[in-house]
Nanobody
């Protein structure tokens, strides 16, 4: 599976952004999908994951309510709607597809659970 993230940019605190992730080369609907982010000087951290059909969603603590993950299995697209952005949301955002292990869980927080990664898109939030 090849992933291509887009939609990042420079915004002000309180603004919104919608990140997109286009998938190709595999069966998108078979994969639990996730979003991660990495701020300068910090480790990559989990943001959100979504089940294969899109009906179940999981968020890192503190992000639910501001961030909304969704997917379109017809268009092979993954999205992350980010509202009320804060300067601490500044990071490179990555989309990822799980290793298609066949497990039922959609709550996948660990980097090791994902086999395919997009190249990242920069989000910068100014105060």
């Amino acid at each position: 599976v090849q992933l291509q993230a887009s939609g990042g940019g420079l915004v002000q605190a309180g603004d919104s952004l919608r990140l997109s992730c286009a998938a190709s080369g595999g069966t998108f609907s078979r994969h639990v999908m996730g979003w991660f982010r990495q701020a300068p000087g910090k480790e990559r951290e989990f943001v959100s994951s979504i089940s294969r059909a899109g009906g179940s969603k999981y968020y890192a603590e503190g992000l639910k309510g501001r961030f909304t993950v969704s997917r379109d299995n017809v268009q092979n697209m993954l999205y992350l709607q980010m509202d009320n952005l804060k300067p601490e949301d500044t990071a490179v955002y990555y989309c990822a597809a799980d290793a298609n292990s066949g497990t039922l869980t959609y709550k996948k927080e660990s980097i090791a659970e994902y086999a395919y990664w997009g190249q990242g898109t920069q989000v910068t939030v100014s105060s």
